[in-house]
């Protein structure tokens, strides 16, 4: 398959395209670095820089889109919201406005999206058809979920990615925890009753492929382990696998302080089950978080 990809660079892009290039797939990565494509993607990997490379003339069978500002890495001011929107939605909207003009249309388009589409819901779990929250991530998904599912109109299956927390020991928020786990120093995030829907990187990768070779796949499917835990449960299975106590508590009322809005993305949290992918006999090879811990950090 000759295969578009958005976001390729990132960390869940670098392993999406090992995978498809190492099964046959001839990838184009969009980055706005092109020149660290080849190392971070393959070296027979094509790079653009730019949409207006795509020419009419060239042909995708599918499109994988993926690009978007990290979501937690700095303060949520009104600037800040504004380039995390442009970053997906301008983007994404651009991206169908290309499928559009392309003389032949790939068959589909995958479309990352995230569980905050759903809001801040404390204990109901969700699956594909629960409505959307009202907050700013719930909105900002809603409306990239929007642009992508534009491109239906021109006759191309479209597959969102409603992603939970990817579990991944090289980036990511567990790269970010390891480190003071190890020192003993994790600490359970307010009273740790907030729930934690996440995904082992490999049943991530797994499923795209999946929502990618089937036809009959289309609309939102949460990308989240069978067995979501809450914050507490999260802090102990990863103090137990590091072999260390995790002890402490971050009070909530420091790190609203510290983060602002973007404190709702740990504090808050919603309870997301993968009803689609489960219905549809998608096999999750990590279903509970011991297993994912144990395989993640084994060596
Ligand atoms: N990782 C998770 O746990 C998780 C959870 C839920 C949803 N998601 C979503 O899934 C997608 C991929 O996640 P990831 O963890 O792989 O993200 P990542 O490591 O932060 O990579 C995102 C990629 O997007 C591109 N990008 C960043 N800012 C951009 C901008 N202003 N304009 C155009 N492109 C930009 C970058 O590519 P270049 O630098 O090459 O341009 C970057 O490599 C993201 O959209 C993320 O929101 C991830």
Same mark, same amino acid.
């Given at each position: 398959?000759?295969?578009?990809?958005?976001?390729?660079?990132g960390l869940i892009g670098r392993t999406l395209c090992a995978a498809l290039s190492a099964r046959g797939d001839e990838l184009t990565v969009l980055s706005r670095r092109p020149q660290q494509v080849a190392d971070l993607c393959g070296s027979g990997v094509h790079?653009?820089?730019?949409?207006?490379?795509?020419?009419?003339?060239?042909? =995708?069978?599918?499109?994988?889109?993926?690009? #978007?500002?990290?979501?937690?890495?700095?303060?949520?001011?009104?600037?800040?919201?504004?380039?995390?929107?442009?970053?997906?939605?301008?983007?994404? %909207?651009?991206?169908?406005?290309?499928?559009?003009?392309?003389?032949?249309?790939?068959?589909?388009?995958?479309?990352?999206?995230?569980?905050?589409?759903?809001?801040?819901?404390?204990?109901?779990?969700?699956?594909?058809?629960?409505?959307?929250?009202?907050?700013?991530?719930?909105?900002?998904?809603?409306?990239?979920?929007?642009?992508?599912?534009?491109?239906?109109?021109?006759?191309?299956?479209?597959?969102?990615?409603?992603?939970?927390?990817?579990?991944?020991?090289?980036? #990511?928020?567990?790269?970010?925890?390891?480190?003071?786990?190890?020192?003993?120093?994790?600490?359970?995030?307010?009273?740790?009753? %907030?729930?934690?829907?996440?995904?082992?990187? %490999?049943?991530?990768?797994?499923?795209?492929?999946?929502?990618?070779?089937?036809?009959?796949?289309?609309?939102?499917?949460?990308?989240?382990?069978?067995?979501?835990?809450?914050n507490a449960e999260f802090t102990q299975a990863l103090a137990h696998v590091v072999g260390r106590p995790a002890v402490f508590v971050a009070p909530a009322f420091i790190l609203k302080l510290a983060m602002g809005e973007r404190s709702d993305l740990l504090l808050?949290?919603?309870?997301?089950?993968?009803?689609?992918?489960? %219905?549809?006999?998608?096999? =999750?090879?990590?279903?509970?978080?011991?297993?994912?811990?144990?395989?993640?950090?084994?060596?």
């Amino acid at each position: 398959m000759r295969i578009l990809i958005t976001g390729g660079t990132g960390l869940i892009g670098r392993t999406l395209c090992a995978a498809l290039s190492a099964r046959g797939d001839e990838l184009t990565v969009l980055s706005r670095r092109p020149q660290q494509v080849a190392d971070l993607c393959g070296s027979g990997v094509h790079a653009i820089q730019h949409l207006d490379e795509w020419t009419p003339e060239m042909q =995708f069978d599918a499109v994988i889109n993926l690009a #978007g500002e990290p979501i937690v890495d700095a303060y949520w001011t009104s600037k800040r919201k504004q380039v995390l929107r442009d970053s997906r939605i301008q983007l994404t %909207q651009q991206l169908v406005k290309k499928i559009q003009q392309a003389k032949t249309k790939p068959r589909v388009l995958i479309s990352a999206s995230a569980i905050g589409y759903y809001g801040m819901v404390p204990d109901l779990s969700l699956d594909e058809h629960a409505p959307c929250g009202k907050d700013f991530s719930a909105q900002l998904c809603v409306d990239w979920e929007r642009a992508a599912s534009a491109a239906k109109e021109f006759g191309v299956r479209v597959v969102l990615l409603r992603t939970g927390l990817v579990l991944d020991e090289t980036g #990511g928020m567990l790269k970010k925890m390891l480190l003071p786990f190890r020192c003993a120093l994790g600490s359970r995030l307010g009273d740790g009753k %907030q729930w934690m829907s996440w995904i082992h990187w %490999q049943d991530y990768l797994l499923a795209v492929l999946y929502l990618l070779d089937h036809p009959e796949a289309n609309s939102a499917f949460n990308l989240t382990a069978p067995a979501p835990v809450t914050n507490a449960e999260f802090t102990q299975a990863l103090a137990h696998v590091v072999g260390r106590p995790a002890v402490f508590v971050a009070p909530a009322f420091i790190l609203k302080l510290a983060m602002g809005e973007r404190s709702d993305l740990l504090l808050g949290g919603q309870k997301v089950v993968p009803h689609r992918l489960l %219905q549809s006999g998608f096999h =999750f090879e990590f279903p509970d978080l011991p297993s994912a811990f144990q395989e993640i950090l084994k060596s």
